[in-house]
């Protein structure tokens, strides 16, 4: 599974958003420790705090199939621009990645760049401060 073909995938997840309210769409796609393959899309909602992100759609999925590593995550949203994750969702690849953990964020499958945690979320608060 390279980036590209997770970025395709993204994009396929990104035309089933449901945002009637931003008409911003979002597609992700999560590679897991066990090789298998999940994707999400944002869906909004009339309480706008209500919304799930992409990211943490896929996440969930995955999470609930027993899925609990993250090998690559990818996130397309705008085709124009690169659609960094948001801050929740962050903090929840946080808890699922590890330090070699790809986090791809591109506009088409030509156009990405990929992160890792450290890169994003420096200094995350983690389960292991709870160690403390
Ligand atoms: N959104 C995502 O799905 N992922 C992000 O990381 C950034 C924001 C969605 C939430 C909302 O439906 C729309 O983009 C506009 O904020």
């Known amino acids: ?21 931003s008409k911003f769409k979002v597609g992700a796609a999560i590679l897991t420790g066990n090789d298998k393959l999940y994707t999400g899309c944002n869906i909004e909602n009339a309480s706008y705090g209500a919304t799930n992100c992409a990211e943490r759609t ?10 609990t590593k993250i090998k690559a995550i990818a996130v397309v949203g705008s085709p124009d621009d690169l659609t960094a994750p948001c801050g929740i969702c962050r903090q929840v690849i946080s808890e699922f990645a590890t330090e070699d953990t790809k986090i791809i964020i591109g506009k088409n499958e030509n156009e990405y760049v990929v992160k890792t945690l450290e890169e994003i979320l420096p200094a995350a608060f983690t389960k292991k401060d709870l160690q403390k």
Not at 4 to 17: D, G, P, Q, Y
Request: charge should be negative.
């Open 1 to 21: 599974m390279d980036c590209e073909e997770l970025i395709k995938m993204a994009l396929s997840a990104r035309e089933k958003a449901y945002v009637p309210y």
């Open 58 to 67: 896929a996440i969930f999925k995955a999470v609930s199939e027993g899925e």
